[in-house]
């Protein structure tokens, strides 16, 4: 195993309530000024806001909304909020959302408090923030694990670049199952398969030798399978919304990735996809994973067929690639029958999208069994049109 420093800040408060009976003391340290921030109006219809604003209320806050952060979140609402949150002294951010809303408030915190632009300083002088806005985060959609950690997904709309940026960490995160009830289904299992993504980008990155961070992903994976298939006879069942909900926090809170260099190929090409096409995160992936594992399979003969045994019960067969291929196949298998889509035309995306373009400026990961050039970049998204 390579050697690690490993830390995870944030407070979990999970289960059915707990807004209702931690929220008040764990927002009491904080400053009077809390920015409530949220997407697009779906917590006014499901009584969130409501429940949110009366404990704040309650405790003397006065609340500051910062609303409309859309999926895929633009570098522009970062502005806005930062505006915002300096305009009205915020003293703290509450992120009440899915990973849009969550990650968009990472940026915000830290932009408040820089003289320079984030995304350049970031990108260009690779210097990242260490003064932050304290935020806090109310996962009403589960799947990036955006609550665990301090990065963020950000679309910068005029450089055509949607990339990961570093933030702040929620402070404490609150994780209840009956929130996500509202949530369309349709986003449930987009949001599941996000998760089962992070879980293979990071067991198929180095080394693939044995250690005991992929030994727990591989129980990370059957348990997001077994689920999503329990969730898919019945929509609501709490149990399985529970355990995919934890499962999404644990595949991003960094326990698996221990010891490791992570591949997350299929997640930078998607995230290209969407800076161009403004797709849907977890539908992405499912279209791209497929493929791009075909592609890169020989490289990773081991692991592949590892994966086929060991997360998909799959007996090993003649030959270590006949096996891989298996589990493979296992993984298309399961996308079809979520109802995923498994082409970028059931996603809606123009057959006339510039994915040269795309391709282009992927970046190339160093986890990943493959080196890939942006030719082949090109030629799997090809396939997947
Ligand atoms: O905006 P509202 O009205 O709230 O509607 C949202 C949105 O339309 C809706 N929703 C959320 N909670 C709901 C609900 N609808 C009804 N009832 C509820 N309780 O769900 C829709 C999708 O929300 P969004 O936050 O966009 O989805 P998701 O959680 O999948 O986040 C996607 C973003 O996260 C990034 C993605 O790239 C994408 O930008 N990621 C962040 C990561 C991270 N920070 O660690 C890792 C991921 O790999 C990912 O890249
Ligand atoms: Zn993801």
Redesign the pocket.
């Known amino acids: 195993m390579n050697n690690f420093i490993f830390e995870n800040t944030t407070k979990v408060y999970f289960g059915k309530g707990g807004v209702k009976e931690y929220l008040a003391c764990s927002m009491k340290k904080f400053g009077d000024t809390v920015m409530l921030a ?6 006014k ?2 009584g ?1 806001y409501n429940e949110i604003v009366e404990i704040l209320k309650e405790i003397g806050k006065t609340v500051i909304d910062f609303s409309g ?5 633009t570098y522009a609402k970062v502005q806005e909020g930062v505006k915002v949150v300096q305009e009205n002294h915020v003293d703290f951010i509450l992120a009440v ?7 968009c408030c ?1 940026i915000i915190s830290a932009q408040a408090k820089l003289d320079e632009d984030i995304w350049e300083m970031e990108n260009q002088k690779k210097v990242y923030p260490t003064e932050f806005i304290p935020m806090g985060a109310i996962v ?7 609550e665990m ?1 301090a ?5 910068h709309e005029k450089k055509k670049i ?1 990339a ?1 940026i570093f933030g702040t960490q929620a402070k404490f995160a609150f994780l209840d199952p009956t ?6 289904f349709e ?1 449930v299992l ?2 599941a398969f ?1 998760t089962f ?2 879980a293979m980008e990071t067991y198929f990155g180095k080394p693939d030798t044995n250690n005991l961070s992929d030994n727990i992903n591989e129980a990370v994976m059957r348990s997001v399978i077994q689920n999503i298939h329990i969730l898919l006879n019945d929509h609501e069942n709490y149990d399985a919304r529970s355990e995919l909900m934890w499962a999404s926090s644990i595949a ?1 809170n960094g326990i698996l990735k221990i010891g490791k260099i992570t591949d997350f190929q299929a ?1 930078q090409i ?2 290209q996809l ?1 800076a161009y096409t403004n797709c ?3 539908q992405g ?1 499912a279209v791209i994973h497929p493929v791009l594992y075909r592609h890169i399979y020989q490289d990773g003969i081991e692991r592949f067929s590892r994966f086929a045994k060991n997360v998909w019960g799959i007996s090993e067969k003649e030959s270590k690639q006949e096996t891989a291929l298996a589990g493979i196949q296992a993984l298309a298998d399961f996308i079809k029958e979520m109802g995923m889509p498994i082409t970028f035309s059931q996603m809606g995306i123009a057959a006339d999208t510039d994915f040269r373009a795309i391709a282009n400026s992927t970046n190339i990961t160093a986890g990943c069994c493959k080196k890939l050039t942006h030719d082949e970049i090109f030629e799997i998204l090809k396939e997947c049109i």
């Open positions: 949220y997407g697009c109006g779906s917590i219809k499901n969130i952060i859309m999926s895929n979140p959302g899915g990973g849009s809303v969550i990650d990472k009403t959609a589960a799947g990036t694990g955006s950690n990065g963020a997904v950000i679309t949607k990961g929130y996500t009830m509202s949530v369309p986003q987009s949001g996000d993504s992070h991003e997640h998607e995230h969407g849907n995160h977890g992936l």
